[in-house]
C-alpha cells in the first residue's frame, strides 16, 4: 500500500459503561481487553502510531505498562468520536482511524482497507467500515447498526431498524456498521463541531449527523468478522474463540 500520509490509528476508551463498566480492563486469557485490541492494531502495517484515549487513569496506567501509548481526555464526551478528536488535537496527522476499544478481535487488514479510499481519492474525507449480515438475527437486533449503501458504495442511510424491508422477494444484500472509521484530519474537528442532529439522537447513531448536514461517507465493505464485546456472553465467546487459535 503506497502512501505519503501520516495514519494514527486512535482508541477511545472508556470506564464507566452503562452495559458493562470497566470494560476495557475485562480479563481476557489474562489480560486485559485494551491489551488484545491494541496488540492486533500494532500489527497493521499502515500505521504510523497507535494511541488509547481515555478518561479513566486506571485503562492510562494499564496501557503504559503493557508498553502502549495513552492519553488522558475529559470525561464528558458524549461520543468516542469527540474523545478522540480531543487527543487527536496535539497529534501530527492526515489521516486518524477510530478503533472501538470493545473489539479484541480485530484484524489489522480492516484498519487498511478503511484508510485505502482517502490515500487513493481527495475527495473522500471519511470513511466507514461494513459488512455483510449473514444472522438473522443480526437484522432484528437494535444494537447492530443497518447500512443501505447507493451504486457508488457510499451510505445512504444508518438504522437499527430492519433495512431494507422485505416487501418482494427481489435479491438484496444487507450490511451492518462494523464501528471502524477513517477521517481526514480536517474533516474530524469540522464533524465534532457540528451540532448533534434530530435523526442521530432519535436513532442513537452519531454518523448521521454528517449524512443530516449533506457529507458523503464512503461505504468500505470487509469480509472479516468482528465481534463486539457488550455483554459478559460477548466476554466468554472472545474467550472461547482465542483458547481455540491457542490450541
Request: aromatic share 8%; with cysteine; hydrophobic share 40%.
Amino acid at each position: 500500500m503506497a502512501k505519503n500520509k501520516r495514519i494514527i490509528a486512535i482508541i477511545p476508551a472508556r470506564y464507566k459503561s452503562t452495559r458493562f463498566e470497566g470494560k476495557p480492563l475485562a480479563n481476557i486469557l489474562g489480560k486485559p481487553m485494551i491489551y488484545h485490541v491494541y496488540k492486533n492494531v500494532e500489527k497493521c502495517d499502515v500505521l504510523d502510531d497507535i494511541i488509547v484515549a481515555t478518561d479513566d487513569r486506571r485503562i492510562f496506567d494499564v496501557v503504559e505498562d503493557f508498553g502502549g501509548k495513552a492519553v488522558m481526555t475529559s470525561a464528558q464526551h458524549p461520543t468516542g468520536t469527540d474523545r478522540i478528536a480531543e487527543a487527536a488535537v496535539a497529534l501530527e496527522s492526515d489521516i486518524i482511524v477510530n478503533v472501538q476499544g470493545d473489539e479484541p478481535l480485530i484484524n489489522p487488514d480492516m484498519i487498511s482497507q478503511v484508510v485505502q479510499p482517502l490515500l487513493d481519492d481527495n475527495a473522500i474525507n471519511v470513511a466507514n467500515l461494513i459488512a455483510k449480515v449473514s444472522d438473522i438475527g443480526d437484522y432484528v437486533d437494535v444494537s447492530v447498526v443497518k447500512t443501505a449503501v447507493d451504486k457508488n458504495e457510499f451510505i445512504l442511510y444508518l438504522t437499527r431498524s430492519p433495512i431494507p424491508y422485505p416487501k418482494t422477494r427481489q435479491e438484496y444484500v444487507i450490511y451492518k456498521q462494523i464501528g471502524l472509521y477513517s477521517f481526514r484530519r480536517e474533516f474530524l474537528f469540522e464533524f465534532v463541531k457540528m451540532k448533534q442532529t434530530s435523526l442521530e439522537l432519535v436513532e442513537g447513531i452519531e454518523f448521521l449527523r454528517i449524512l443530516e448536514n449533506g457529507h458523503k461517507v464512503k461505504a468500505v465493505i470487509t469480509e472479516y468478522a468482528a465481534i463486539s464485546v457488550d455483554t459478559l456472553s460477548d466476554l466468554m465467546e472472545v474467550e472461547k474463540i482465542l483458547k481455540e487459535r491457542k490450541s
